[in-house]
């Protein structure tokens, strides 16, 4: 038989070990920017929650010891000076957990139960296994022996603080092993499904099938791909809770909901290899959408925001995404997508037009994706150029779909709205050479030093030319060594990690690249691709960067990242003839 292909080593500290389906992962990582000392079980069902903490432990004392962490998407492993602990999916509950040398403590994280918070611990007589119960996760986590003894169980039935747990200590031939479930009540008794070796291996096809179908394109000169595929593969989630399909979470860090602009990105990599995972992506945030036609914020286990929206990109998504598919999508699907398109783009035509108002407006910049952009400065509720430009998108894709329909008089009176709010943006945003924002109460206008001015060029094919050539002039302009900084460095508003305010972001950079491309700026398209890809490839994917030094800042497994990179790094390949 032939071994599976172990994929790409990584640094659990910068990406969790996890694997498609589950909704929980192995990290120091235990919530917001807080690496512990040791690695954790983390759930995210009712947000994110270290629940256990994972312990390789001297078998002679029974304390804690030293052990490096190698990683791989099959397998996660300690490795002390006297033997080692390996960890695997055995599917995406449950994890199996084999030792040879060393001993292992798994514990609760939370030192202390009350009756609202924290881990109670007991033994099952029924499963024959120690249970964690989670008021946090509203979950049990079970662990069966499989070999080996439990040397200590401290705290079992007890309430209040405390230690709790169980450690582990081998066999006479050195070994052990356990499986530790993610459980909602109950369940029969825990059985082995396989050995050891056969789980891993199982787990490495799982990935190696996924990469070869979103990224049968790869070579050495795209080195990053496999890794990006197993950000995006890690970070999917069956349907649970609120989520309704399964779910590509933009991280499995502490950014762990759906967006509703960030799943475009997602959509658009998976479309030609699992085109049903990508439409899955797209329509996620669409099986929130409210009565006024709005898109929720953001989608998570248990939990949809309403208090803020995101940018009309899904126009400009669709029309990629049905290209980008194996197979069209059916009449039924186009129907489906067009109802959902057309509420949506009522929303921005209606709640968000003031009265005589031409053009729609935000209420605050994380309406935009931009949530602190320097636009924002001056004034909150504004008429801003990359909204505008977004909602033409939108309505050319809705007239394409009503043609696709047979619909002709509705294909029509989307391209004429089109053409009007193309012409009101012109006349009213555009002022000599650059954009301007509007403030909705004042009527005030200014322009900025942020990338998110420029953004119209998204309108690509659409511009006229001599706008089209001024607004590639000025993103040259925010051009570092490692791609497209957010705000001008010259700017007296650049903050090196100040998030929209200078970073480097992977939306912007897909956005930009593809309008410039279709405005026939192919030179300056390829320049920005190359740059964001030798990014990725150099500092992996986080959820934005330090646009002078290249850095990882903030969450550093961002999925839409992982995305676009496989989205340009393909493009890249198939330009370059492989």
Known sequence: ???????????????????HGSWFDISPVVAEKTYAEDLHLVSHQNGMHAVLRLVPLDPATGDRTEARVETTPGLLSWIGTGGRVDLSYESPDTVRLRGSGLGFGVDAAARTLTPFSGTYFFRDPA???????????????????LSGTVATAPGTQTLGGGH??????PEADGHWEIAIEELDTARPPYVSSAPFDAITGAAQTRFTDFVDKVAPWRSAATPAAELAAYVVWSATVRPTGLVTRPAVLMSKHWMDKVWSWDHCFNALALAPGCPDLALDQ?????????????????????EVLYNFVKPPIHGWTFGRLRRRLPTPPAPAELAETYDRLERWTGFWLTARRAPGADLPHYQHGNDSGWDNATTFDPERVIESADLSAFLVLQLHELAYLAQALDRPDEARRWTRTAEETQAALLDRLWATDRFVARGVGTGDTWSSSSLLDLMPVVLGEHLPADIGSTLADHIKAHLTPYGLATELPTSPHYLADGYWR??????AT???????RRAGHERLADDISARFRALCETHGFAENFDALTGRGLRDRAYTWTASSYLLLAEAHAHRDGR
Do not use: N
């Not at 599976?4 to 500290?13: E, I, L, Q, T």
């Not at 959408?289 to 709005?294: E, K, P, R, W, Y």
């Not at 200078?502 to 939306?507: D, N, Q, V």
């Not at 897909?510 to 410039?516: A, K, N, R, S």
């Open 127 to 145: 499963a024959d296994a120690h249970v964690f119960t989670s008021y946090e996760t509203g979950r049990r986590y079970r662990v069966t022996v």
């Open 510 to 516: 897909v956005l930009i690249e593809d309008g410039l």
């Open 1 to 19: 038989m032939t071994a599976a292909r172990s994929g790409p080593a990584f640094s659990v500290h910068d990406i969790p070990f996890s694997t």
């Open 282 to 302: 797209f329509a996620l945030p669409f099986d929130h959408q409210d009565d006024s036609g709005a898109l929720p914020d953001s989608v998570t286990h248990s």
């Open 502 to 507: 200078g970073p480097i972001w992977a939306p």
């Open 164 to 169: 709790r747990g169980l450690s582990m200590t």
